[in-house]
């Protein structure tokens, strides 16, 4: 595929003089449109999305033509009207459709712009309702980069050097079974990482009356698409509910039909306390939300409150999209579930056959090719992540990393199966010819 990128040219070397440095991928798009399952760079050059933007675009532009009607006809009234000083009826209206998503006993929300945003009002929240300071999270999580969730986050040091000290947040394993820091393997492995929490994180470091909330990402993103067994996540659900702390979970990245249910946290028949969600949710525009159990109750007024969050036109959008999903509930799940075993199959069979690929996992729509030099020592391929990465992109392909070499699939949920198709040839073609410069 010939790429011109004469315009793209221009504009990264604009941005490198105006724009602080950022997380950039190791090739250079420059984003102009979608449509559909495709994006389109500002010199015309076509790509396979498999990124969907970072997990915004689930539907691609299924929902575009409702989306732009609702973004039309709010701007025609008012775009913001400072939500959270001002009562308003398009926000109530959304609130109650989005709840009614939820599992029994959920009730009340609250609405900010971004999931880093979420997550840092679910730890404030955790806060006023238990009346303790502390706070557990794993490693490999990402729950943003503002300083409160900043100390959550542990997916590399590198988002941390220089900010610290941190909030009152202490970290334990997450069941990265591909890698397990115990050195054993499931399900031999007695659920090791569960017994640390209990004989060290509270045994050793604080104790777990002194914790408010546990966070966990139903599938770890940033830190590498980490699937956790079933076990793991019930496990924590029941140290949870023993020691009094509520479970938060973080499905800024997993939810909204991402793993083919409405919540990430379903595949694994448990409930959280509190939710966070952003990304899709907003079909492309700023939202984030912060979802609690009824039997929490409410905080006190004036304990936490924000300028945009219930921004009238990013709720006006949030809920077209929400109708859509709605409407189209049985077909995502659906599609989900079929594209998901495709992928599926298509990269066991290249972890078949190259010895770059060391582990394939994920759920539905979220799933993830681990790279490494070797099978047996399973250390990390970080260049040849990036090398793949780019041959890609030449080919007509983006994708984006996750972890330490670990390469993302996320297309839209509704992606075309010959597209879709496409795409992992692409993919394959770029591992195997990485993978031959390995030898």
């Known amino acids: ?60 532009d299924g929902p575009s033509a409702a989306v732009r009607n609702a973004l039309a006809s709010q701007s025609q009234k008012v775009m913001h009207s400072s939500f959270n000083d ?18 029994k006993g959920f009730g009340k929300l609250f609405f900010s712009n ?19 300071q502390y706070t557990l999270a794993f490693y490999n999580s990402f729950h943003g980069r503002t300083m409160g969730s900043l100390g959550l986050t542990t997916s590399m040091s590198k988002q941390r050097e220089h900010f610290g000290p941190f909030n009152s947040v202490v970290h334990a394993p997450y069941a990265y079974c ?73 499905e800024v990245q997993a939810g909204f039909m991402r793993t083919g249910k409405f919540l990430g946290l379903d595949n694994f028949g448990v409930e959280a306390d509190i939710y966070t969600l952003a990304k899709a949710i907003g079909g492309g525009l700023p939202m984030g939300v912060t ?16 300028t945009f969050g219930g921004n009238a036109a990013s709720v006006a959008v949030a ?21 998901g075993a495709l992928m599926t199959k298509r990269l066991n069979e290249m972890k078949e056959r190259y010895e770059i690929v060391g582990d394939v996992r994920g759920i539905g729509m979220m799933m993830a090719v681990e790279l490494v030099k070797d099978k047996k020592t399973k250390e990390p391929a970080e260049k040849e992540c990036g090398e793949v990465l780019k041959r890609a992109f030449e080919n007509g392909l983006i994708l984006l990393p996750a972890g330490a070499s670990t390469i993302r699939l996320i297309p839209p949920i509704t992606i075309q199966r010959g597209a879709l198709q496409k795409g992992l040839d692409v993919l394959e073609d770029a591992i195997k010819k990485v993978n031959a410069r390995m030898k």
């Open 1 to 60: 595929m010939a790429i011109k990128l004469e315009k793209a040219k221009g504009v990264i070397s604009r941005d490198r003089k105006v724009i602080l440095t950022t997380t950039r991928v190791p090739y250079p798009f420059v984003a102009d449109r979608i449509e559909g399952e495709y994006a389109f760079d500002v010199d015309g050059n076509r790509f396979i999305d498999f990124t969907s933007f970072i997990a915004v675009y689930n539907f691609g």
């Open 178 to 250: 591909y890698r397990c820091p115990f050195g054993k393997e499931y399900p031999s492995c007695g659920m090791a990482c569960l017994d640390h929490i209990k004989k060290y994180t509270f045994g050793k470091e604080v104790p777990a009356k002194e914790v408010g909330a546990v966070f966990m990402e139903p599938v770890q993103g940033e830190g590498g698409y980490i699937v956790p067994p079933k076990e793991f996540v019930k496990g924590i659900r029941e140290i949870a509910d023993e020691n009094g702390i509520l479970l938060v979970a973080d």
């Open 291 to 306: 979802v609690t159990r009824s039997s929490l109750g409410d905080i006190p007024e004036g304990s936490h409150s924000n």
């Open 114 to 132: 971004s999931g880093t945003e979420a997550n840092e009002a679910a730890l404030k929240f955790s806060k006023i309702f238990t009346k303790r």
């Open 319 to 339: 809920g077209a999209t929400l109708d859509y999903v709605k409407k189209n509930m049985s077909m995502l799940m659906s599609a989900s579930k079929s594209n």
């Open 86 to 103: 001002f009562y308003g009826s398009v926000q109530v209206d959304y609130a109650e459709k989005l709840i009614g998503m939820f599992p």
